[in-house]
Structure formats: C-alpha cells, structure tokens
C-alpha cells in the first residue's frame, strides 16, 4: 500500500492541534479560541476522509474545498491565539508551518481533480 501524505500530514496535525487545545486549557486557561481551534483544526483530516469515499469527482473536490476552508481557518485562530500572547512565536511558527504545508498540499489536490473532471467534459 502506498504512502498517503495528506492522510499522514492532517491526522499528524489534528493530534497536535488537541494537544495545543489541552495546553491552552490546562495552563493558558484559555477556552474559547482553543475550542474553535480544536473544531477546526481537526475538521481538516475529517473531511479529508470523507472526501476518501466521495460519490463523484464533484463531491471529491467540494469535501476538499471545505477541508482547505477549514485549514484556513485553523491558520486564523493561531494567528489570533499568537497575536494575543496564548502561543508563543516558536510553537507559533512550528504548528503553522504544518498547517500552512496542509493547505498547499489540499489547494494541489484540488486543482489537479478539478483539471481532471474539465478534461472529461
């Protein structure tokens, strides 16, 4: 069976983001920012093995296309989380480099199955 880097990478980054979200709660005492966090950053691998098993070509790409809105997002609440002094600039920069990694690699899947599903029309 061949390697899976988008499955690795997102369930890799979701196992972080819960233990971001733990930290924040437990020392930072921070919960509203690391829940919407929590949600969105784990959402990322979700809807990318939902997308696994899509009907159609369609339906592959819009569960991509949620999956790239949801590891958008998660870029924003660590930015926020950041920017208000809950994380610090190195972890900062080391989980969202991940996440920035993530949403290339999903936007790459995207463009390449919407180039597929526009050459069989």
Do not use: P
Not at 9 to 27: C, E, M, P, T, W
Not at 36 to 58: D, M, P
Not at 80 to 102: H, R, S
Not at 103 to 121: E, F, M, R, V
């Amino acid at each position: 069976m061949r390697e899976n880097v988008i499955k690795d990478k997102s369930f890799g980054f979701a196992i972080r983001i819960v233990d971001l979200f733990k930290y924040l709660v437990a020392d930072k005492k921070e919960f509203v920012m690391s829940k919407q966090l929590l949600r969105s950053g784990t959402a990322v691998g979700a809807l990318y093995r939902e997308a696994e098993f899509a009907e159609t070509k369609k339906d592959f790409v819009h569960k991509m296309a949620m999956a790239q809105k949801e590891c958008n997002e998660t870029i924003y609440w660590l930015e926020l989380l950041n920017a208000t002094d809950f994380l610090g600039n190195e972890e900062f920069e080391n989980i969202n480099k991940d996440a920035v990694e993530i949403i290339k690699l999903i936007t790459s899947i995207i463009k390449t199955a919407k180039a597929s599903l526009n050459t069989k029309h």
